[in-house]
Each structure stands twice: as structure tokens, then as C-alpha cells.
């Protein structure tokens, strides 16, 4: 049963900086392609970013040169450095992982940025 659990949320000023992680079970973590996704109140959920096993990444335009996507293979763990928050990036932060056929979710945590 894999196993995903985000970390890290909270509220931010813009312009501030969270770092989020997701601490991963039950997969070969070193070889999984892992993304992050959000969700605001409204919209339906998007991909933010995703880094693959030789540690490629990809990010979604809104959030290119503010976002870095990173994995500690030795932690099984994947994380989301945010910087230069806006408004904009208030959403529930989800981490996800296709793993044998399926696909699966962390819970998410919340990520709000206001003054």
C-alpha cells in the first residue's frame, strides 16, 4: 500500500517562502516519478510540478523561477521549495505518484498566502 503524507503548509505573506514535503511508503521511491499538484476553492486541480527518477523537472508556467521541485531518494521523500508567494498560490498542495497502474494521493495540505 503506498503511502503519501504532505507536510509543511500554512499561511504565508506575499513574497514569503513555505517548503512543503512529502514523505513517501510502500513504493521503489528511488525509480517513481513524483508531482505536485494544487487546488483552489473554484478550480479543479493542476499540475504544479513533477521530477523524475534521473531528477528531470517540470513546472507549470505561474510558477516557473518561484518553485523548486527536489527528491532525497534516501528519504523517500519529495519536496516543494516556495518562493516569491502570491495570493494566487492559495490552494490545497497535493503530492501524487503513479505507481503499478495507479495512481495515488496524499491527503494535501493547505497553502495560504495573504497579508
Known amino acids: 500500500q503506498v503511502r503519501l503524507v504532505e507536510s509543511g503548509g500554512g499561511l504565508a505573506q506575499p513574497g514569503g517562502s513555505l517548503r512543503l514535503s512529502c514523505a513517501t511508503s510502500g513504493m521503489n521511491f528511488k525509480i517513481a516519478t513524483m508531482a505536485w499538484y494544487r487546488q483552489a476553492p473554484g478550480k479543479e486541480r493542476e499540475l504544479v510540478a513533477l521530477?523524475?527518477?534521473?531528477?528531470?523537472?517540470n513546472y507549470t508556467d505561474s510558477v516557473k523561477g518561484r518553485f523548486i521541485i527536489s527528491r532525497d531518494n534516501a528519504r523517500n521523500t519529495v519536496y516543494l521549495q516556495m518562493n516569491s508567494l502570491q495570493p494566487e498560490d492559495t490552494a490545497v498542495y497535493y503530492c501524487?505518484?503513479?505507481?503499478?497502474?495507479?495512481?495515488?494521493w496524499g491527503k494535501g495540505t493547505q497553502v495560504t498566502v495573504s497579508s
Open positions: 521530477i523524475v527518477r534521473d531528477g528531470t523537472t
Open positions: 501524487n505518484t503513479n505507481w503499478r497502474s495507479t495512481s495515488w
